[in-house]
């Protein structure tokens, strides 16, 4: 039965139950005499019930229930905003905006737009050469990407290979880092006239976190970031997005990469 036919349903049966009511009303009115007090008093009470109920329950199912519902609507959203507000610490004043389960990294340089400006901080990526062409496309259209990459002399990159394990040896985690670097180099190379630019500097410094930053105007759009833990973080592994807001982690995320940015292009211009 759709809804339709169930609320001409509910319709049918107040109008029956009215008519039925005023119909005792009126026999114990008219057809039963005083002598007959109980058959009076009891059509009487009936009538009374079925009228009464009837137009009670229309006022309350056309004014009051919708009053009701909104009022308990309104308290429950309350209640839940508190109660995943509590959950997830304040989320929504901090800018958190969820998780996502793989860093999508070809849809990170497809949604830039012509003088918006990606930083990039991280290691390198495994599989870059799967999103390689996006990249080169976004600086095409535009966009200003600025890669902080690790420094392969580093001895910090030594210290990560050792975390990964035996997924990474330091040999081999150097090796690829210097492929990476080499990639972006090349299409740095092939794009000097693009409306964008690519930006390269390598740190020799502690790795942080990895952090990726979508500036738009000139204002911070929306970032992405994970944790070095023993895994790449680049393939399989969960990030957080996060939006600007009142009290938002998003600014200092910005603030420390800047600060690695002037840190390092300082000493590659003292060099």
């Known amino acids: 039965m759709n809804w339709l036919a169930k609320k001409e349903n509910v319709v049918l049966t107040l109008l029956l139950s009215f008519a039925l009511g005023?119909?005792?009303?009126?026999?114990?009115?008219?057809?039963f005499s005083v002598d007959g007090e109980p058959w009076k008093t009891l059509f009487g009470l009936l009538g009374a019930?079925?009228?009464?109920?009837?137009i009670v329950n229309i006022l309350h199912r056309n004014f009051l229930k919708?009053?009701?519902d909104q009022s308990r609507l309104e308290e429950l959203e309350e209640l839940l905003d508190q109660r995943i507000d509590h959950m997830l610490g304040q989320s929504s004043l901090h800018g958190f905006a969820?998780?996502?389960?793989?860093?999508?990294f070809k849809g990170l340089f497809k949604k830039l737009d012509a003088n918006d400006t990606l930083w990039w901080l991280d290691t390198y990526c495994p599989g870059y050469q799967l999103w390689q062409d996006e990249l080169e496309t976004a600086i095409k259209r535009g966009a200003n990407i600025n890669m902080l990459v690790l420094d392969p002399s580093s001895r910090?990159?030594?210290?990560?290979?050792?975390e990964l394990g035996d997924s990474y040896k330091p040999q081999r985690f150097k090796d690829e880092l210097?492929?990476?670097?080499?990639?972006?180099?090349?299409i740095q190379d092939n794009n000097q006239n693009a409306p964008g630019a690519l930006e390269i500097v390598k740190y020799n410094e502690r790795l942080g976190l990895p952090i990726y930053i979508i500036e738009r105007h000139g204002k911070l759009h929306e970032a992405y970031n994970s944790f070095y833990l023993t895994r790449p973080?680049?393939?399989?592994?969960?990030h957080l997005k996060w939006h600007p807001s009142a009290s938002g982690l998003i600014r200092d995320f910005k603030a420390y990469v800047q600060l690695k940015w002037d840190n390092?292009?300082?000493s590659k211009r003292d060099n």
Do not use: C, H, K
């Not at 969820?98 to 999508?104: H, P």
């Open 22 to 31: 005023v119909i005792f009303l009126l026999l114990s009115r008219l057809y």
């Open 156 to 162: 910090y990159a030594v210290d990560r290979a050792n």
């Open 66 to 68: 919708p009053s009701e």
């Open 98 to 104: 969820g998780f996502v389960a793989e860093m999508d």
């Open 49 to 54: 019930y079925l009228t009464i109920s009837v």
């Open 178 to 186: 210097r492929a990476f670097i080499e990639a972006l180099e090349i």
């Open 233 to 238: 973080t680049g393939v399989g592994f969960p």
């Open 264 to 266: 390092n292009s300082t």
